[in-house]
């Protein structure tokens, strides 16, 4: 994808085009998506100092956790209709204004309740990343370039994760876990003023040339209808195909609250691993979760090419090819060896990006734009209650039998997914592939 400015004369008002301006936003909102991840992980990499200074206990900390998933789970569905009312620009820079904020307040938190507390609207305002991606996916690509899209946007959910332990420590190092959280949470208002200054919907983009918004609206998609909250809720919920994304995302999430949450503890704990040695192998999972979310998109095209799989049937086998990677994660239980836990661990954040990705493909496939924001919102929502219940479990079983049941689990939660999702959104036909 080229990136070259477009030597087209400017036009009236003054501004160039930008050739293929899409992947420009889309690389926009990465970066977002990136501060968003290193701000939510900052937690879980000073978890350590945090639980030893503040006298935390593991149950207590899995409540801190619990407080950010439970506010990620409720506000989801809401982030993603204000979006969608309000629209992309204002709707997502507000809540990123607000976890900003609550991140830098971080730094001040004296007990395990304070933390708890923060964390908890902290996870309110960061829960638009998710609709929001499914909006920018609708709203700047044709339906043909929106699975190679999606696995590109899925980059900064795990870009983030992966930058996060080298970025924390190192703030950690000059300026305490006080200061790392600060220096977090300005990157994210940094992040902020880039968004307001360069976003703009592609019909009032003074970048976007003619040419490649016909390229963008070519589907000719009906105009958005704008529903009351509750009654997009209600028209969503009587679609069966949403089933088909909501349970795997259910079935998904526990292991991704995993890497994101526990695996730095888990390392530290199991592993005997002090906060630079976490910091040198904990971003690898995220390496790996990075490569899943770009070859995710075009795993599809293989799938289309060799086996004459329909658009929405080579996302569904892209996905349950990243449900049978998942099953690395059971393998974490037979092995004794760090390093082998790091390689199956990051095997299996490669298949789950491979997952999420493919799911917010068929949202931006299934549903219309007026909604997608809102059904990706209620699809995380799905996904952070499992999220949210897995972390208590942790919390309160982690120390009497181990971690080892709960990654046989995770390694096979995605299977369970994968048959919802074949049931649901499958087609029972091949249909003649989309130009």
Request: aromatic content about 14%.
């Given at each position: 994808?080229?990136?070259?400015?477009?030597?087209?004369?400017?036009?009236?008002?003054?501004?160039?085009?930008i050739?293929?301006?899409?992947?420009w936003?889309?690389?926009?909102?990465?970066?977002?998506?990136?501060?968003?991840?290193?701000?939510?992980?900052s937690?879980?990499?000073?978890?350590p100092?945090?639980?030893a200074?503040?006298?935390?206990?593991?149950?207590?900390?899995?409540?801190?956790?619990?407080?950010?998933?439970?506010?990620?789970?409720?506000?989801?569905?809401?982030?993603?209709?204000?979006?969608?009312?309000?629209?992309?620009?204002?709707?997502?820079?507000?809540?990123?204004?607000?976890?900003?904020?609550?991140?830098?307040?971080?730094?001040?938190a004296?007990?395990?309740?304070h933390?708890?507390?923060?964390?908890?609207?902290?996870?309110?305002?960061?829960?638009?990343?998710?609709?929001?991606?499914?909006?920018?996916?609708?709203?700047?690509?044709?339906?043909?370039?929106?699975?190679?899209?999606?696995?590109?946007?899925?980059?900064?959910?795990s870009?983030?994760?992966?930058?996060?332990?080298?970025?924390?420590?190192?703030?950690?190092?000059?300026?305490?876990?006080?200061?790392?959280f600060?220096?977090?949470?300005?990157?994210?208002?940094?992040w902020?003023v880039?968004?307001?200054?360069f976003?703009y919907?592609?019909?009032?983009?003074?970048?976007?040339?003619?040419?490649?918004?016909?390229?963008?609206?070519?589907?000719?998609?009906?105009?958005?209808?704008?529903?009351?909250?509750?009654?997009?809720?209600?028209?969503?919920?009587?679609?069966?195909?949403?089933?088909?994304?909501?349970?795997?995302?259910f079935?998904?999430?526990?292991?991704?609250?995993?890497?994101?949450?526990?695996?730095?503890?888990?390392?530290?704990?199991?592993?005997?691993?002090?906060?630079?040695?976490?910091?040198m192998?904990?971003?690898?999972?995220?390496l790996?979760?990075?490569?899943?979310?770009?070859?995710?998109?075009?795993?599809?095209?293989?799938?289309?090419?060799?086996?004459?799989?329909?658009?929405?049937?080579?996302?569904?086998?892209?996905?349950?090819?990243?449900?049978?990677?998942?099953?690395?994660?059971?393998?974490?239980?037979?092995?004794?060896d760090?390093?082998?836990?790091?390689?199956?661990?990051?095997i299996?954040?490669?298949?789950?990006?491979?997952?999420?990705?493919?799911?917010?493909?068929?949202?931006?496939?299934?549903?219309?734009?007026?909604?997608?924001?809102?059904?990706?919102?209620m699809?995380?929502?799905?996904?952070?209650?499992?999220s949210?219940?897995f972390?208590?479990?942790?919390?309160?079983?982690?120390?009497?039998?181990?971690?080892?049941?709960?990654?046989?689990?995770?390694?096979?939660?995605?299977?369970?997914?994968?048959?919802?999702?074949?049931?649901?959104?499958?087609?029972?036909?091949?249909?003649?592939?989309?130009?």
């Amino acid at each position: 994808m080229s990136l070259n400015i477009d030597n087209a004369a400017p036009a009236a008002h003054g501004k160039r085009k930008i050739k293929n301006l899409r992947w420009w936003v889309l690389g926009l909102f990465l970066l977002g998506v990136t501060v968003n991840y290193i701000t939510r992980n900052s937690l879980g990499i000073l978890a350590p100092e945090l639980k030893a200074t503040m006298g935390i206990t593991t149950e207590q900390y899995s409540w801190i956790v619990g407080a950010f998933q439970l506010a990620y789970t409720i506000f989801q569905p809401l982030c993603g209709w204000l979006i969608d009312v309000i629209g992309l620009k204002v709707g997502f820079l507000v809540c990123a204004s607000i976890w900003a904020l609550m991140c830098i307040l971080h730094a001040g938190a004296g007990s395990w309740l304070h933390l708890a507390i923060l964390r908890f609207f902290m996870g309110a305002s960061e829960a638009a990343a998710t609709p929001a991606n499914a909006k920018t996916l609708g709203e700047w690509f044709p339906k043909k370039e929106r699975p190679i899209a999606a696995g590109w946007a899925g980059v900064g959910f795990s870009i983030g994760a992966m930058l996060a332990p080298p970025i924390i420590v190192i703030a950690h190092s000059y300026l305490g876990w006080q200061g790392a959280f600060m220096f977090s949470g300005v990157l994210a208002l940094l992040w902020v003023v880039l968004w307001w200054l360069f976003y703009y919907d592609p019909e009032q983009h003074p970048n976007l040339s003619k040419t490649e918004l016909d390229f963008i609206k070519q589907d000719n998609e009906p105009a958005p209808v704008k529903l009351p909250f509750f009654t997009a809720l209600k028209t969503v919920g009587k679609n069966k195909r949403f089933y088909g994304i909501a349970i795997p995302a259910f079935m998904a999430e526990p292991a991704w609250a995993v890497l994101s949450f526990w695996v730095p503890l888990y390392l530290a704990k199991e592993r005997g691993m002090d906060l630079k040695q976490i910091a040198m192998f904990a971003w690898l999972p995220f390496l790996a979760a990075d490569l899943g979310s770009i070859a995710s998109g075009y795993l599809t095209r293989v799938y289309t090419r060799l086996f004459g799989c329909s658009r929405v049937n080579s996302v569904v086998a892209s996905s349950v090819t990243g449900a049978f990677l998942m099953i690395s994660l059971a393998l974490v239980a037979l092995t004794k060896d760090p390093y082998i836990t790091i390689l199956l661990i990051s095997i299996g954040g490669f298949g789950h990006q491979i997952i999420s990705c493919m799911l917010s493909a068929l949202v931006v496939e299934s549903f219309e734009k007026g909604q997608m924001a809102t059904v990706n919102g209620m699809r995380g929502s799905f996904a952070w209650i499992a999220s949210f219940l897995f972390s208590l479990l942790i919390g309160v079983t982690a120390d009497k039998i181990g971690y080892n049941p709960l990654f046989i689990a995770m390694g096979f939660f995605d299977l369970i997914g994968a048959i919802f999702l074949v049931a649901f959104i499958a087609e029972r036909r091949n249909k003649a592939r989309a130009a």
